[in-house]
């Protein structure tokens, strides 16, 4: 898939939206993409899961590692793809951790994989966690990098959308300025 079929295929299943939204940064924003909408649809997942897969089939990737919620997802689909095992990591006591009996090998090379990056934080508390337990974290695989290229992870990165979102803090909103209702969205916004 190229960027054009990727992004057609967002606004198609109703994944970006326009408006005016309070993202869960407390930021504002005239853009959200709300992954779900699109990853709803398992044709869809496996799709942009194997559009992924291919950007790293030749990386001798042992696992693929994907964060709680989106990621578990797209782990498992792009783990299918690659012939790999795929896990997650969650929180636990707010610290991004590896539970129910995961286990990373010494050595073993492995693929991490996001669907929105915003900052990359969670990104690379991730990479973190690989590095912990004796991986190598080779490359990170997303759907949509939001960050306008300003997330770095140390390590290769490739999306499959790229989208340079406008964020305001809620005092220098020109949305709020003119007026436009707010949207509440974000797993913590809900």
Known sequence: MNEAEVRQLFVETGAILEGH?????????PLYVEKFQVLQYPKHTEKLCVAIAER????????????????????HEVGKHLGTRAIFTERENGKMTLRRGFVIEKGQRV??????????GS????????RQHGGIP???????DRSGGKAD??????????????A?????????????AITKRGSRKL
């Open 168 to 180: 305001y803090q809620p005092d220098d909103c020109p949305l709020c300025k003119e007026g436009t």
């Open 56 to 75: 790293f089939k030749n990386a001798n990737i042992e696992l693929v590692v994907g964060p709680v919620t989106g990621g578990i997802i797209l782990a």
């Open 123 to 130: 990104v690379k508390e991730v990479v973190d966690v690989v």
């Open 153 to 166: 992870f140390g390590i290769p990165a490739q999306a499959l959308l790229h989208l340079t979102v406008p």
């Open 21 to 29: 939204f309070l993202l869960t940064s407390g930021l504002h924003s």
């Open 111 to 120: 693929l991490i994989v996001e669907d929105i990056v915003t900052t990359g």
């Open 138 to 144: 080779v490359a990170v695989g997303m759907l949509v």
